[in-house]
């Protein structure tokens, strides 16, 4: 976290001018868009479409009624938003603003079309509220011509209801009521003309009444089947008493019972009968008073026959039948009452079946013949109810039609806006700042991704995986020529980062390092610098030090320590001196140089030869330490050649100059060609410096601060030539 931390602040701290600049531009641009641009002002209203019962009729209050419309289809207020900008409405919202004038032309300062570019329609979410805003450069103009919209949309809106009222009426009294009006008095007809083929008055009460009377007559049919019941079993107890055969027979018995000329002759019958007894039981049946006897009888029979005859013509009874007492004649009378009675009820209640039959044939009827009167019923109360509603909304459409209503209303006014709306100096600026930082980051990112050197010691450590030897601080210009020395070997904070260096070789090698060869992926990396510096410090430790300046193409280490340029190392390789004659005294003691002497063509046949190898050789057994200044490796091959002859190569690289590909594969060429590799150490790097060397120090003394000299040292390190 920590280090994410310090490399995003090591980036911003790299790259803070492109990114500064970059804001300043963005906000400079704003500034200018600001002055430049004309001030708008804003006014705004809102009318709400709503369905308040407004409207006396239900016809009006169904016009004005809000319809949110379908999910995902058009609404009622959505058509009154698009309906805002038409033609017709801003061209009547103008002729309000602007009402004629005196002379009667019409004064109009803006246009439909101008109207229609400065107007902002807007549906407030989740409501019916449409929000109109218009634009202008005019306060009091903004205000007005907004005010004139509003109320063109309520008189357009109140013109469209009114419109519809009369369509709707003049559909109604021109096509529906008289057809529908026919259509009842169709209905009617047939419903009529039904009724008096049917019969059928009332369904319900004719239906009622039958069953009454059924019921009247099933009640009827059961009282007179118990009736003939009781009226049977007398007949059988008669007919067993009086020994009735029939009705003709009874009756004719009981008159003849009844008849005073029969009841003298019975009696004289009887009397007789009694005489004849008493005369056979004394005389003999062939006595003349028995025959006489037997003589008056038989004529008295007779008589009392032909009597008997007269009373009865129509059915002859016998003498015998006659109910000659008054028990028989009763009992004969019970049974012809009898009879009678049974033959009357027998005969009404064949007549009260029947009724009941043809009742129940009729009720059965009834459900079938009132089928057809109820759809014919249904078809006129249909066309009846279907009149009256059209009448209703006829009258309904007449009164809406008069009233004049609207769903619309306004529930804001526009008022002039005393501060501008357009442009927003705090918004713009805002977004400004937020846009100048976004970009200015985005330009600073941009310029770290594109930028492929590298960047500070730990990054170098990890890309190379090498040991980190050292990180050297970034020189001051007085401090790159070591003549005088004192510039620099006085100084302790430059003075110890070069002998940490020099400490950390000695104990990273088992051996002791004797030979180093200083080199660098490119040129200006300050390889000649670190060298010249790092042989001062050796040499300040009491150590016999040499440079050799192998550099041929571009040597430098003359002119860092101000000396003549040869004799050389060209001119001890060609034996037209020594290497201690060739060597020359610097202001350090005990360090010498060896410099690159007079210029040949071909190098690198100097640094191949045998010669060569002789004079590292003697020069390691002449010092304690031997540095060897060659050029880059990326530009020839003079420091691999080199350090096989050495206790190995020592890589200088320099923040923001090193490109890191080539670094790498530098590196991975010499460990592939198994040269051996001492180190990296990161030169020119002021803060990493700070990072690595934290106890300030003055003159060998602790300090609670940092040192005015370091301090100057460290200032003036960013004038640091890039002298290679």
Same mark, same amino acid.
């Given at each position: 976290?920590?280090?994410?931390?310090?490399?995003? &602040?090591?980036?911003?701290?790299?790259?803070?001018?492109?990114?500064?600049?970059?804001?300043?531009?963005?906000?400079?641009?704003?500034?200018?868009?600001?002055?430049?641009?004309?001030? &708008?002002?804003?006014?705004?209203?809102?009318?709400?479409?709503?369905?308040?019962?407004?409207?006396?009729?239900?016809?009006?209050?169904?016009?004005?009624?809000?319809?949110?419309?379908?999910?995902?289809?058009?609404?009622?207020?959505?058509?009154?938003?698009?309906?805002?900008?038409?033609?017709?409405? &801003?061209?009547?919202?103008?002729?309000?603003?602007?009402?004629?004038?005196?002379?009667?032309?019409?004064?109009?300062? =803006?246009?439909?079309?101008?109207?229609?570019?400065?107007?902002?329609?807007?549906?407030?979410?989740?409501?019916?509220?449409?929000?109109?805003?218009?634009?202008?450069?005019?306060?009091?103009?903004?205000?007005?011509?907004?005010?004139?919209?509003?109320?063109?949309?309520?008189?357009?809106?109140?013109?469209?209801?009114?419109?519809?009222?009369?369509?709707?009426?003049?559909?109604?009294?021109?096509?529906?009521?008289?057809? !529908?009006?026919?259509?009842?008095?169709?209905?009617?007809? #047939?419903?009529?003309?039904?009724?008096?083929?049917?019969?059928? =008055?009332?369904?319900?009460?004719?239906?009622?009444?039958?069953?009454?009377?059924?019921?009247?007559?099933?009640?009827?049919?059961?009282?007179?089947?118990?009736?003939?019941?009781?009226?049977?079993?007398?007949?059988?107890?008669? #007919?067993?008493?009086?020994?009735?055969?029939?009705?003709?027979?009874?009756?004719?018995?009981?008159?003849?019972?009844?008849?005073?000329?029969?009841?003298?002759?019975?009696?004289?019958?009887?009397?007789?009968?009694?005489?004849?007894?008493?005369?056979? &039981? #004394?005389?003999?049946?062939?006595?003349?008073?028995?025959?006489?006897?037997?003589?008056?009888?038989?004529?008295?029979?007779?008589?009392?026959?032909?009597?008997?005859?007269?009373?009865?013509?129509?059915?002859?009874?016998?003498?015998?039948?006659?109910?000659?007492?008054?028990?028989?004649?009763?009992?004969?009378?019970?049974?012809?009452?009898?009879?009678?009675?049974?033959?009357?009820?027998?005969?009404? +209640?064949?007549?009260?079946?029947?009724?009941?039959?043809?009742?129940?044939?009729?009720?059965?009827?009834?459900?079938?013949?009132?089928?057809?009167?109820?759809?014919?019923?249904?078809?006129?109360?249909?066309?009846?109810?279907?009149? $009256?509603?059209?009448?209703?909304?006829?009258?309904?459409? *007449?009164?809406?039609?008069?009233?004049?209503?609207?769903?619309?209303?306004?529930?804001?006014?526009? $008022?002039?806006?005393?501060?501008?709306?357009?442009?927003?100096?705090?918004?713009?600026?805002?977004?400004?700042?937020?846009?100048?930082?976004?970009?200015?980051?985005?330009?600073?990112?941009?310029?770290?991704?594109?930028?492929?050197?590298?960047?500070?010691?730990?990054?170098?450590?990890? +890309?190379?995986? +090498?040991?980190?030897?050292?990180?050297?601080?970034?020189?001051?210009?007085?401090?790159?020529?070591?003549?005088?020395?004192?510039?620099?070997?006085?100084?302790?904070?430059?003075?110890?980062?070069?002998?940490?260096?020099?400490?950390?070789?000695?104990?990273?090698?088992?051996? $002791?390092?004797?030979?180093?060869?200083?080199?660098?992926?490119?040129?200006?990396?300050? $390889?000649?610098?670190?060298?010249?510096?790092?042989?001062?410090?050796?040499?300040?430790?009491?150590?016999?030090?040499?440079?050799?300046? !192998?550099?041929?193409?571009?040597?430098?280490?003359?002119?860092?320590?101000?000396?003549?340029?040869?004799?050389?190392?060209?001119?001890?390789?060609?034996?037209?001196?020594?290497?201690?004659?060739?060597?020359?005294?610097?202001?350090?003691?005990?360090?010498?140089?060896?410099?690159?002497?007079?210029?040949?063509? *071909?190098?690198?046949?100097?640094?191949?030869?045998?010669?060569?190898?002789?004079?590292?050789?003697?020069?390691? !057994?002449?010092?304690?330490?031997?540095?060897?200044?060659?050029?880059?490796?990326?530009?020839?091959?003079?420091?691999?050649?080199?350090? *096989?002859?050495?206790?190995? =190569?020592?890589?200088?690289?320099?923040?923001?100059?090193?490109?890191?590909?080539? +670094?790498?594969?530098?590196?991975?060429?010499?460990?592939?060609?198994?040269?051996?590799?001492?180190?990296?150490?990161?030169?020119?790097?002021?803060?990493?410096?700070?990072?690595?060397?934290?106890?300030?120090?003055?003159?060998?003394?602790?300090?609670?601060? #940092?040192?005015?000299?370091?301090?100057?040292?460290?200032?003036?390190?960013?004038?640091?030539?890039?002298?290679?």
């Amino acid at each position: 976290m920590e280090k994410g931390i310090s490399s995003l &602040l090591a980036v911003l701290q790299r790259r803070a001018l492109p990114a500064l600049v970059t804001f300043t531009a963005v906000i400079g641009g704003a500034v200018a868009y600001l002055h430049v641009t004309p001030r &708008l002002y804003e006014a705004s209203a809102r009318l709400i479409q709503d369905d308040r019962r407004v409207s006396v009729s239900e016809l009006g209050r169904d016009l004005t009624q809000v319809s949110s419309g379908a999910p995902g289809g058009a609404s009622a207020l959505a058509n009154e938003a698009e309906l805002v900008k038409s033609q017709r409405v &801003l061209e009547q919202a103008i002729a309000i603003a602007f009402p004629k004038s005196n002379t009667g032309s019409p004064v109009k300062p =803006i246009t439909s079309g101008e109207l229609s570019q400065g107007l902002g329609v807007k549906i407030v979410p989740a409501t019916n509220i449409l929000e109109l805003s218009y634009k202008s450069k005019d306060p009091e103009l903004a205000a007005q011509l907004l005010n004139a919209v509003s109320m063109a949309m309520i008189s357009e809106n109140t013109k469209t209801i009114s419109s519809e009222a009369t369509k709707v009426r003049e559909f109604l009294e021109n096509s529906e009521i008289p057809n !529908a009006r026919k259509r009842l008095a169709t209905a009617e007809a #047939r419903e009529s003309q039904y009724r008096h083929i049917s019969g059928i =008055i009332s369904f319900e009460e004719q239906t009622k009444s039958a069953v009454g009377s059924l019921a009247t007559l099933e009640d009827q049919e059961r009282s007179l089947t118990a009736q003939l019941q009781e009226a049977k079993g007398r007949d059988t107890s008669l #007919r067993q008493i009086t020994d009735a055969k029939s009705l003709d027979k009874a009756y004719a018995s009981v008159r003849g019972g009844q008849d005073e000329q029969l009841k003298t002759l019975r009696a004289k019958l009887t009397e007789l009968n009694t005489k004849l007894i008493e005369a056979r &039981l #004394r005389l003999t049946e062939n006595h003349p008073a028995v025959i006489s006897l037997v003589e008056q009888r038989d004529n008295l029979n007779k008589l009392y026959t032909g009597q008997l005859a007269g009373v009865s013509p129509a059915t002859s009874v016998a003498s015998t039948s006659v109910a000659g007492d008054q028990i028989s004649q009763d009992l004969t009378s019970k049974f012809l009452a009898n009879e009678t009675e049974r033959s009357a009820v027998q005969n009404k +209640l064949a007549t009260v079946k029947s009724q009941r039959t043809k009742l129940q044939i009729r009720l059965a009827k009834l459900p079938l013949q009132q089928q057809p009167l109820i759809a014919l019923t249904r078809e006129r109360e249909d066309a009846t109810a279907s009149l $009256k509603s059209l009448q209703s909304k006829l009258e309904e459409a *007449r009164i809406t039609e008069a009233q004049k209503v609207s769903n619309l209303r306004l529930i804001e006014e526009a $008022k002039p806006p005393t501060i501008a709306s357009s442009p927003k100096r705090s918004a713009v600026l805002v977004l400004a700042t937020v846009f100048g930082t976004v970009l200015g980051t985005g330009m600073m990112f941009l310029l770290e991704v594109m930028d492929n050197t590298l960047k500070d010691a730990s990054e170098a450590e990890e +890309l190379l995986n +090498l040991p980190l030897l050292g990180v050297l601080p970034r020189l001051p210009a007085k401090t790159l020529v070591l003549q005088p020395a004192d510039r620099f070997l006085d100084d302790v904070s430059l003075v110890e980062p070069y002998r940490m260096l020099l400490k950390t070789l000695e104990f990273r090698s088992s051996d $002791k390092v004797q030979i180093i060869v200083v080199s660098s992926t490119l040129s200006g990396e300050g $390889k000649s610098i670190v060298a010249s510096h790092l042989a001062a410090i050796s040499a300040m430790l009491s150590r016999r030090t040499l440079i050799i300046d !192998a550099d041929l193409r571009r040597p430098m280490q003359h002119t860092l320590f101000n000396l003549a340029p040869k004799p050389g190392i060209t001119d001890v390789i060609e034996k037209r001196t020594t290497l201690n004659q060739a060597v020359q005294p610097t202001d350090v003691e005990n360090l010498h140089v060896l410099t690159g002497g007079e210029f040949h063509g *071909r190098p690198s046949q100097f640094l191949e030869s045998p010669a060569m190898k002789s004079l590292v050789a003697e020069a390691a !057994a002449t010092y304690d330490m031997v540095i060897i200044d060659t050029a880059p490796i990326s530009a020839c091959a003079d420091a691999a050649m080199l350090a *096989r002859q050495t206790d190995g =190569i020592m890589l200088v690289t320099r923040p923001n100059i090193t490109i890191k590909e080539v +670094l790498q594969r530098a590196v991975s060429e010499l460990q592939h060609n198994q040269i051996p590799v001492l180190g990296v150490v990161v030169n020119g790097m002021t803060q990493q410096t700070e990072k690595y060397l934290r106890y300030p120090v003055d003159n060998d003394r602790p300090l609670g601060g #940092r040192s005015p000299n370091r301090l100057t040292a460290v200032k003036g390190g960013r004038n640091n030539s890039d002298k290679g």
